[in-house]
Each structure stands twice: as C-alpha cells, then as structure tokens.
C-alpha cells in the first residue's frame, strides 16, 4: 500500500493595512478588538492559520501562515472585503468605511515568529511615538522594498 503524498509548507506573512486616508476608525477598544477576532476568522477560514491580530485606530496587522490554496493577494482582498462589510453592518455610524487600496506583506523565517508577534501585541503603546507611515516606512525599508510616496498612502 503506498502513502498518500503530502505538501506541506510553513509560509509565515506579516500583512499591514490602513484605513483609507488613515482615518481613525476604529476607535473603541471593543470595535478593535471584535475586529481583530473578525479577521482572524477570516484569515482562518482561508486555510491561513492567524497567530496575532492587532493594531490601533487606523491600521492592522495580521501575522498568520499563508495557506498552499490561496494566493496572497486573494487572502488580502477577501480580508479587506468581509471585514468592511461587516463593519458597516455592524455599525451604521461606520457606513463611510473603507481600507486603503494597497497593504504591505512581509516574510517572517520561523526564528522571527516571536519578535513579530510582540510587535503586534504592543501597537498601542509603539504607535504613541510613531505615525502609522513612519512604521509602514520603516517595514518597507526593513525588507529592502523600493516605493513611491505619491501611491503608497491611497
């Protein structure tokens, strides 16, 4: 009897996005955190275990593995999409919502996992002394990436 094959991948993501023009929507404590959990059920439910979700007022972070299923720029679309959705459903005070139409995606090896992972965790604190496009500057700079500042704040 032969084995069934296997493919198997351990593909870590750091995805960041804000809300359009950095608006502060997501104030409240409980919207952020209804928020995180929505779109790490998302993320979930996209076959892309998440392992954090954070953020503050206008931006998130999402680090999760990427699924062998779903390109990255589909997993970060049907994120975008059903949480917008269900913000405005939620909220019909939030109906203007809306995320920018690009995002960041980092690798993370393994060995990073952890650091990422508290980075997340201590965004309300970080972002007292950072904007978030001094971090998004930051990150882009971090993993050699090349952007224009007259697309990259949509």
């Not at 990427?66 to 939030?94: C, F, H, M, Y």
């Not at 996992?113 to 201590?122: G, K």
Request: hydrophobic share 35%.
């Amino acid at each position: 009897m032969s084995g069934m094959p296997q493919s198997l991948s351990a593909v870590y993501v750091h995805i960041v996005f804000s809300t359009k023009e950095r608006r502060r929507y997501i104030k409240t404590p409980e919207l952020q955190i209804e928020l995180h959990a929505y779109l790490g059920g998302i993320s979930n439910h996209l076959g892309c275990a998440p392992l954090i979700v954070g953020g503050v007022e206008d931006h998130v972070h999402i680090l999760a593995r990427q699924s062998r299923t779903i390109t990255l720029a589909d997993r970060v679309r049907d994120l975008k999409s059903g949480s917008s959705t269900w913000i405005k459903e939620r909220n019909p005070g939030l109906l203007q919502f809306a995320w920018q139409g690009g995002y960041g995606a980092f690798s993370v090896d393994s060995a990073g996992v952890e650091q990422v992972r508290a980075y997340i965790r201590n965004q309300e604190e970080h972002h007292h002394a950072w904007s978030f496009q001094d971090e998004f500057r930051k990150l882009l700079k971090e993993h050699d990436l090349a952007w224009n500042e007259k697309y990259v704040w949509d």
